[in-house]
């Protein structure tokens, strides 16, 4: 052959290869979000979350992936916060305990009492959207949604009715939460850090006697077996969000981020309309089994209403930030003359 032509196609062959490797930064743009949860497998959360997985696949073409990590098999929520920022999990579907690491206006949903309905929860929600959503991402963390995983009641071994009977119990908190501790300790309670994934069996133990908690996971996590008495009182709401680390999320077409953004925001809606209520249910199937629902006279109510007088000037800077514990008793004046 020919030498000239023989170098003519050792150069084509030369000008294709290197147009392979210029294409494959272009073909590989499949992203694989890892993204850890709490929630058990088999529940109304992480089926979310599975939802939210393959409507991602579908409508970025199978561009963006979603490999799930339920029941705390990556830690609690701070372990997953930790692990979000050293790179070895992209995302996490988490409670405002978890949120709290990144953004302190979500500390906003710890003050008790202070939410009795939904439309409260709406209303503070609404006046702290911008904080809530432009501090998340400040912090590198994007924000795709934000719904509620319920009411949190106090679950206990024996019957509690007053603060006083409060006392009487070790009282289950966040490992790691030691502004929480403080305070409990300082109005004369029995607080016991622990990570939630050793909840059961600290109750087991007889390590925790009480936590206050959402039915929906004290029924999926078996906890009513032994904490089998619930007082009828709304203590907290319990909001969780979905977020991807941002150096991930900046990783991902501009055009999928708008169309994932959509998905998210339609699914977790959706989740919300169906599964508010969702743990009066739960509560009904608890009682089947053995749960016991302890009412409060009016009397009673009132005890746990004037605790609450007496510790709001210590939440201030210590269980909830001072700028967002500020604004947020500036939005319940609002709310209370609505």
């Known amino acids: 052959m020919n030498f000239f032509i023989r170098l003519n196609i050792i150069k084509k062959s ?29 529940t109304e959360w992480h089926g979310l979350l599975v939802e939210l997985g393959q409507k991602w696949e579908k409508v970025t073409d199978g561009d ?25 999990i992209q995302g996490a579907a988490i409670s405002n305990e978890g949120m709290t690491e990144i953004n302190p206006y979500f500390s906003s949903f710890y003050m008790p009492l202070l939410y009795q309905s939904y439309d409260e929860v709406d209303f503070v929600r609404d006046q702290l959207s911008n904080d809530l959503y432009a501090q998340t ?27 006083k009977d409060l006392k009487k119990n070790k009282i289950f908190i966040w490992a790691g939460d030691y502004k929480s501790a403080q305070l409990y300790e300082k109005h004369g309670y029995q607080p016991i850090p622990l990570a939630m994934t050793d909840v059961l069996s600290g109750l087991q133990t007889g390590l925790i006697t009480s936590i206050g908690f959402n039915p929906m996971y004290a029924l999926s996590q078996q906890l009513f077996g032994i904490a089998d008495n619930m007082l ?22 501009k055009k999928n981020q708008i169309l994932m ?4 925001n339609e699914i977790g ?26 009412q409060l006279s009016p009397d009673q109510f009132n005890e746990w209403k004037s605790l609450i007088d007496i510790m709001t000037p210590d ?3 210590t269980v909830i930030d001072e700028k967002a514990f500020d604004r947020l008793m500036e939005i319940r004046k609002e ?4």
């Open 14 to 42: 030369i000008l294709f290869c290197l147009f392979l490797v210029l294409l494959q930064p272009l073909a590989a743009k499949k992203v694989i979000i890892k993204m850890a949860t709490l929630a058990p497998e088999g």
């Open 64 to 88: 963006v992936r979603l490999r799930i990590y339920p029941g705390g098999v990556v830690g609690d929520e701070r372990d997953m916060i930790r692990k979000m920022r050293i790179g070895q």
């Open 137 to 163: 991402e400040k912090n590198g963390f994007k924000l795709l949604a934000m719904v509620d995983v319920g009411w949190a009641y106090w679950f206990s071994s024996e019957p509690i009715y007053t603060p």
């Open 232 to 253: 009828d009182m709304k203590w907290g709401n319990l909001t969780a969000a979905i977020i991807v680390d941002l150096r991930a999320w900046n990783r991902i077409d």
């Open 261 to 264: 953004m959509e998905v998210a």
């Open 269 to 294: 809606k959706g989740f919300q309309e169906k599964n508010r209520y969702e743990s009066d249910k739960a509560v009904g199937v608890m009682q089947e089994y053995g749960l016991k629902v302890n």
């Open 315 to 317: 939440f201030r800077g």
């Open 335 to 338: 709310m209370e003359s609505n």
